[in-house]
């Protein structure tokens, strides 16, 4: 089988190493059953008045035969190939499938997995071209697709693979400043897959894509880029108030010009505004004493005051 390797915290790789010798289950029944083909063949041969001398050979080839039949028979499942090697040298590539080996000669070195694999890594503290620490974690997919190279070329690939996966972070990191970090993930993504599956194609392994999970910064300096990003809202917000502002004293300025040479039209459009603010239910609006005379305010509020009693009646 594979090693399997697990990641630990700071990016240290532990790796624990399986026993290579894998049993199939074809292999494990058809031994049994030569087994017992042996624990009842002999008695029922001392029965039939043979030879103690042929009984033995008997029961010591049927047990040849399971033990031959156990080591030699291997099954590789749809998606692994098993990389066999004849008194240490490169022999085949078996699978998937049911395969035969010679015992003791032949030695399944290696199961090799072809599916899509995944891989997590992770860069703690690593500074930006501008001096920055960040923690950046992200995950690596990738294939073998050429079992001899990942078996031969190095001694585990799947350790060198996180390895040059973290590492390649690190550079890309270095060379970036924080603000690039931060909009650039597409472009990081692109970086990395390219650098790690240079390294990694002679290993016959193919580097499919690379995603940025999470970029941490320091707390500080998120506080700061926090206040920063507010400040800049409040100056934009500011700045549209302002425009606003010209945008209507534009209009009022062309408003004026057009009440300036027409009194009628502006006497009209004042009692409009008191009108309007009288329909409120509780308004209050003082206004001077000239406008009343002018305007004819009191006639004016009766009528609001009159309309309203009208109103109130209509809904009882």
Do not use: C
Not at 111 to 133: G, N, Q
Not at 168 to 185: S, T, W, Y
């Amino acid at each position: 089988m594979i090693p399997i390797i697990k990641t630990k915290k700071g990016g240290r790789q532990e790796r624990t190493r399986p026993d290579n010798i894998r049993i199939s289950g074809i292999a494990l029944l058809l031994f049994a059953i030569f087994l017992l083909l042996g624990s009842v063949g002999a008695p029922i041969l001392s029965m039939w008045h043979v030879p103690g001398g042929w009984i033995a050979a008997y029961v010591i080839v049927i047990f040849l035969i399971g033990i031959y039949i156990l080591l030699a028979l291997k099954v590789a499942s749809q998606w692994e190939k098993a990389v066999l090697l004849r008194l240490g040298k490169f022999r085949r590539l078996a699978g998937p499938g049911m395969f035969w080996l010679i015992p003791i000669i032949d030695w399944a070195a290696m199961w090799i997995d072809h599916r899509v694999m995944v891989t997590p890594f992770s860069a703690e503290k690593t500074l930006t071209k501008d001096t920055v620490p960040v923690d950046v974690d992200a995950v690596l997919f990738w294939v073998v697709w050429d079992a001899e190279k990942a078996a031969l070329e190095v001694e585990d690939y799947r350790a060198a693979i996180a390895w040059a996966a973290q590492t390649a972070l690190r550079e890309v990191i270095g060379q970036m400043n924080l603000a690039d970090i931060l909009v650039g993930r597409a472009k990081m993504d692109a970086d990395l897959t390219k650098i790690i599956d240079a390294r990694t194609t002679p290993w016959g392994i193919t580097v499919q894509s690379v995603e940025i999970r999470d970029i941490v910064i320091p707390q500080d300096l998120e506080d700061a880029m926090s206040r920063q990003a507010q400040a800049e809202r409040e100056r934009q917000a500011r700045v549209i108030l302002g425009e606003s502002e010209k945008q209507i004293s534009a209009s009022f300025a062309e408003a004026s010009k057009a009440y300036s040479d027409n009194p009628t039209a502006l006497h009209l459009r004042a009692m409009n505004m008191l009108f309007e603010g009288l329909k409120e239910k509780g308004a209050l609006i003082i206004v001077p004493s000239s406008a009343v005379d002018t305007m004819n305010l009191g006639g004016l509020s009766g009528m609001v005051a009159l309309g309203q009693s009208t109103i109130d009646k209509a809904k009882k």
